[in-house]
């Protein structure tokens, strides 16, 4: 099993920064591909960002260029810097851990960005 825990979410200001982190516990082997994920209030869960036990990268274009995210293979530990903040990057955003055709949330960290 598997437990994903989230922090970092709060209230800023648009152009605002956070950094949220995810810290995997459990059965890892850092094969895993990790990821964030957010959901706004009436809208689908979306990808923000993921992460391969390699280290590529892949972003969705709205935060190409303003969000940044990287792991600690030692602390199985997931970051997500977020920079230049908008309204619109207001939503849960959830940590998301995929091994194979299996795959694990956390329970998802609140981020506002007041305009």
């Known amino acids: 099993q598997v437990q994903l825990v989230e922090s970092g979410g709060g209230l800023v200001q648009a152009g605002g920064s956070l950094r949220l982190s995810c810290v995997a516990s459990g059965s890892i082997f850092s094969i895993e591909t990790m990821g964030w994920y957010r959901q706004a209030p009436g809208k689908q869960r979306e990808l923000v960002a993921t992460i391969t036990s390699r280290g590529t990268t892949n972003y969705a274009d709205s935060v190409k260029g303003r969000f940044t995210i990287s792991r600690e293979y030692a602390k199985n530990t997931a970051y997500l810097e977020m920079n230049s903040l908008k309204p619109e990057d207001t939503a849960v955003y959830f940590c998301?851990?995929?091994?194979?055709?299996?795959?694990?949330w956390g329970q998802g960290t609140q981020v506002t960005v007041s305009s």
């Open positions: 998301n851990l995929k091994r194979g055709l299996n795959y694990w």
